[in-house]
């Protein structure tokens, strides 16, 4: 999947946040621990670092949620980063994205921690993060 194509499905995907753009994507691919794993309708953007990796990013195309195809990409970003040696993986979501945390705890993400006012969605409003995590066998 190219920056564009990932770009384009965030653009769709992201009603509860600014998604990302192209050269949003492609500067932190330039980073040498970055990677952009994808299945035919979505991505995850992350980085790996000392054994830790972290979810920048997961979207998936809404003509192709609940399809399969965010869970193919979540599968080959674990993949990838096993590949590279990550023991734990991190992300942060907001904690009123009521389906990404469906996902994220079916796929066994914990939280482990809270991040206040985190979000700004609207002006004048705030919304926590949650920092979830996996730790890889």
């Known amino acids: 999947m190219t920056p564009e194509q990932a770009a384009d499905i965030s653009a769709r995907a992201y009603k509860h946040m600014t998604p990302w753009r192209t050269d949003q994507i492609e500067a932190s691919l330039e980073q040498p621990f970055a990677l952009l794993s994808a299945s035919d309708h979505a991505f995850v953007l992350g980085q790996v670092i000392a054994g830790e990796a972290e979810i920048l990013a997961l979207a998936a195309d809404p003509e192709h949620q609940r399809t399969g195809a965010a869970s193919a990409a979540l599968a080959q970003f674990l993949s990838d980063i096993a590949?590279?040696?990550?023991?734990?993986?991190?992300?942060?979501?907001?904690?009123?994205?009521?389906?990404?945390?469906?996902?994220?705890?079916?796929?066994?993400?914990?939280?482990?921690?809270?991040?206040?006012?985190?979000?700004?969605?609207?002006?004048?409003?705030?919304?926590?993060a949650l920092i979830l995590k996996l730790d890889l066998p």
């Open 83 to 128: 590949a590279r040696e990550a023991r734990t993986v991190f992300l942060e979501v907001s904690e009123e994205n009521t389906p990404a945390l469906a996902f994220y705890k079916a796929k066994r993400f914990a939280q482990v921690g809270r991040r206040p006012g985190y979000y700004h969605p609207a002006p004048g409003k705030a919304v926590d």
